[in-house]
T-cell receptor, first 113, second 114 residues
C-alpha cells in the first residue's frame, strides 16, 4: 500500500497569520493525484485543494495553496490569512487511479483569536 | 447540491450484535467506499465498490462485509460486533477513472460497541 505521512499531529496559528501543514508520500509512479481534505469538528469532510502530479504549477484556491515538490515527494498546504473557521483536522491524501485513496493520519489545526 | 448520507450519526450496540451501516449517494457515482477513522490512525479503508455487486477488500476488512445491490447504496455489515470495532465510520463516493476526482464524504457514524 502507498504511504502518506503527516508528521505534525497538531499545529496552531494566530488569526490572520499564515500556517503550513506538511505531507510526504511514497510512490514509484509518475502520474497521480494529491488532495488536502478538511474535517471541521463534528462536520463533514470536504475537499480543500487537489493537485495533479503531471502539472508543474502549484494549485491555489483562494487562501489555500500547495507547495508540490515532486522529486522530494512533498505536498504541503499553506493557509494564508487564517480564520477561525479554518480550525479543523486536515488530511493529506494520495490516489493513483481514483479507485483507491490513501490518507495520512491528519493534522489538527487550532486557530488562536 | 451533491450529497452522501449515512443512516445514523450515533449508534450504540452490544457485543455480538449484527450491525448494519447504510450509505446513500445521489451523484450517480460508480465508486463507493467505507473507512474507519480512529485518532492517530487517520482513515483506513475497509472495503470499496466500483460497481453494483462488485467489492474489493481494503486494508482492514476483517470482521466486516459489504453489500451493494443498487448503485446509490453501499452497506457495511458487522456480522458480530466487538468492542474493538468502536470507531467513527465514514462513507464516501467518487467518479470512476478516467475522471480522477475528489471523494465526497458522508457525515459519519460514530459506533460504540459495549
Amino acid at each position: 500500500a502507498q504511504t502518506v505521512t503527516q508528521s505534525q499531529p497538531e499545529m496552531s496559528v494566530q488569526e490572520a497569520e499564515t500556517v503550513t501543514l506538511s505531507c510526504t508520500y511514497d510512490t514509484s509512479e509518475s502520474d497521480y493525484y494529491l488532495f488536502w481534505y478538511k474535517q471541521p469538528p463534528s462536520r463533514q469532510m470536504i475537499l480543500v485543494i487537489r493537485q495533479e502530479a503531471y502539472k508543474q504549477q502549484n494549485a491555489t484556491e483562494n487562501r489555500f495553496s500547495v507547495n508540490f515538490q515532486k522529486a522530494a515527494k512533498s505536498f504541503s498546504l499553506k493557509i494564508s490569512d487564517s480564520q477561525l473557521g479554518d480550525a479543523a483536522m486536515y488530511f493529506c491524501a494520495y490516489s493513483l487511479t481514483g479507485n483507491q485513496f490513501y490518507f495520512g493520519t491528519g493534522t489538527s489545526l487550532t486557530v488562536i483569536p | 447540491d451533491v450529497k452522501v448520507t449515512q443512516s445514523s450519526r450515533y449508534l450504540v450496540k452490544r457485543t455480538g450484535e449484527k450491525v448494519f451501516l447504510e450509505c446513500v449517494q445521489d451523484m450517480d457515482h460508480e465508486n463507493m467506499f467505507w473507512y474507519r477513522q480512529d485518532p492517530g490512525l487517520g482513515l483506513r479503508l475497509i472495503y470499496f465498490s466500483y460497481d453494483v455487486k462488485m467489492k474489493e477488500k481494503g486494508d482492514i476488512p476483517e470482521g466486516y462485509s459489504v453489500s451493494r445491490e443498487k448503485k446509490e447504496r453501499f452497506s457495511l455489515i458487522l456480522e458480530s460486533a466487538s468492542t474493538n470495532q468502536t470507531s467513527m465510520y465514514l462513507c464516501a463516493s467518487s467518479l470512476q477513472a478516467p475522471f480522477i476526482n475528489e471523494q465526497f464524504f458522508g457525515p459519519g457514524t460514530r459506533l460504540t460497541v459495549l
